[in-house]
């Protein structure tokens, strides 16, 4: 298989995490067991973003890159994916701090929303 079809693979699968670690709470109002997978994700989605650690998936995606004789880019996925589009320029700490903290309020209203449900389910 050809490396550059792998990178995209693997570009993909990030995005499909980063959407995951965000919004994958909604898809817990159905599916209860899926707590257990979601709310990992998304504590390492913030840990990433508030520890300015390397996602593994990164790595790879650049190693695969090179490998299809392209260029790799340089920072995070975040940078170079997401944030290039919507804010050209570095991912600074005040922003990449933002991030985070959106992950964590978007997930925190979401599982407050199910407890909510489920605590008027079980006084009815």
Not at 22 to 49: C, D, N, S, T, Y
Not at 59 to 71: M, R, Y
Not at 81 to 98: N, T
């Amino acid at each position: 298989m050809n490396y550059r079809i792998l990178a995209d693979i693997v570009v993909i699968l990030h995005f499909l995490f980063v959407f995951f670690a965000l919004f994958g709470a909604i898809l817990a109002i159905h599916w209860r067991k899926l707590i257990w997978i979601q709310v990992p994700a998304a504590l390492w989605a913030m840990a990433v973003e508030f520890g300015n650690l390397a996602c593994p998936l990164t790595p790879v995606e650049k190693w695969l890159i090179e490998k299809a004789g392209l260029a790799a880019y340089r920072g995070s996925f975040v940078e170079h994916h997401i944030l290039s589009v919507l804010y050209p320029g570095q991912l600074g700490a005040g922003l990449r701090a933002a991030l985070g903290l959106i992950v964590l309020l978007v997930n925190v209203g979401i599982y407050a929303g199910i407890l909510r449900r489920k605590c008027k389910k079980d006084l009815k």
